[in-house]
């Protein structure tokens, strides 16, 4: 998105007749009445999920829930996809024209929730500290609304809630095999994502490559464990160990394109000896990040490559694993502008800003590869309030206000992907 297309763009918007502009506004004044009208309800949702967290796989009471509000919103919909997946279908008029879809996930996070919130999380150990249960409470409000408007709209909209974005092989994946893009064949798809470094009331987007591929990396360091004071006599596991987070540095600062972002990082060394114990064994544990499908395969190459030489040149061996994770998310050049010029229309341009990539990662990168797609950000921090911690931590909260912004948005959205996508 740069400025030459924010040009066109605006220009494009001023030379519509007077009638279709007074239509559009029209239009987006009731998108904003029904946003905030259930605003309280979206509320309500959200703290549900947020006291009752679930892990990964684990969605069953969850997955019931946003049945039942499909069911009393009067939304057609199957159950048990991919595990506790939902697929929801909303019908306009000539629903066989074209199809697009909207998705959230449902999953939370073995992190112990700190707060005094009334709606802090009831299950010891799991908290929504990624936000996904904005992201279903926005999903099911959305729905009510564009059921509520299907007269308005030509095609069919689905609804794809999704289990465990957050673990391996993620839920994306084996909703994309039990056929969610299908039956009607899904032309273009959109997601959002909370961001606590945005403030309420704004959203984010980028085209082309937005969130960086994801790799769980796996080394152990095996050798001659023993005694401390008689490092002549073992292989000094810990040592090795310590050599080869040093060497793998390479990966990153001589190895990589330099123009391509890498993160090698690792967050847990398992060592089991004792002050004056070697152990046998050393396990390391990181993840692996880029933007370059290419360069992830050759830098599982080099990896293997440093720590397996590292450790025979101290006569020990390494074992490494790489389990691949998703791939690099890629937002639609066209179905992004599509997207964005939605959110404009509804929050004004001030309130929509064009964002950096993310090393983080995302399994809807998995629809990204199948489908046009578009993965935006909803703002959601309150510096004044106080709501600024960041995702994946104990304290995480949003300000609630966001949700309203988040529906109408997403509304907006979808019914503009509708409108554009070919029959």
């Not at 510096?383 to 988040?406: C, K, Q, V, Y």
């Amino acid at each position: 998105m740069n400025a030459v297309s924010d040009t066109v763009r605006h220009q494009n918007y001023l030379s519509l007749p007077l009638e279709q502009h007074f239509i559009m506004r029209s239009f987006q004044e009731k998108i904003k009445e029904k946003a905030k009208a259930y605003h309280s309800e979206a509320v309500a949702l959200r703290r549900h999920f947020h006291r009752h967290p679930e892990l990964s796989f684990e969605e069953k009471e969850t997955s019931a829930y946003i049945s039942a509000q499909l069911t009393k919103y009067g939304i057609e919909h199957q159950t048990k996809v991919a595990g506790y997946g939902i697929i929801g279908i909303i019908r306009g008029r000539f629903p066989e024209k074209k199809c697009i879809a909207l998705r959230a996930d449902m999953d939370a996070l073995p992190i112990t929730e700190i707060t005094e919130k009334s709606y802090c999380s009831a299950n010891q150990g799991v908290m929504h500290a990624c936000g996904h249960d904005a992201h279903t409470s926005i999903l099911l409000i959305t729905a009510r609304i564009l059921a509520e408007m299907s007269d308005d709209f030509e095609g069919t909209i689905k609804l794809l809630f999704q289990p465990a974005e957050e673990k391996l092989p993620g839920g994306a994946l084996g909703m994309i095999e039990a056929g969610a893009l299908e039956n009607p064949d899904v032309s273009a798809i959109a997601g959002l994502h909370v961001l606590p470094t945005m403030e309420a009331g704004k959203v984010g987007f980028r085209d082309g490559a937005f969130m960086a591929s994801s790799d769980e990396v796996t080394i152990t360091i095996k050798g001659k464990g023993g005694h401390a004071a008689m490092p002549d006599l073992i292989n000094d596991t810990v040592l090795i160990a310590a050599q080869t987070l040093v060497n793998l540095q390479q990966v990153v600062s001589r190895l990589a394109p330099p123009l391509v972002p890498t993160v090698l990082s690792f967050g847990r060394i398992i060592a089991e000896g004792a002050h004056n114990v070697i152990p046998s064994e050393v396990v390391l544990n990181g993840t692996f990040r880029t933007f370059d499908e290419a360069w992830r395969n050759k830098a599982e190459k080099h990896i293997h490559e440093i720590a397996t030489g590292t450790a025979t040149s101290f006569g020990a061996q390494a074992v490494v694993e790489i389990t691949k994770g998703y791939p690099v998310l890629i937002n639609d050049l066209k179905t992004t502008e599509t997207a964005y010029q939605a959110a404009v229309e509804f929050l004004g341009s001030e309130n929509v800003e064009k964002i950096d990539q993310r090393m983080t990662a995302e399994d809807f990168a998995w629809y990204t590869h199948r489908v046009p797609a578009c993965f935006f950000r909803l703002g959601t921090g309150n510096t004044a309030l106080g709501i600024t911690s960041n995702l994946h931590t104990p304290t995480f909260d949003i300000d609630e206000n966001s949700l309203e912004t988040g529906i109408g948005t997403m509304v907006s959205v979808a019914l503009k992907l509708l409108e554009s996508v070919e029959q």
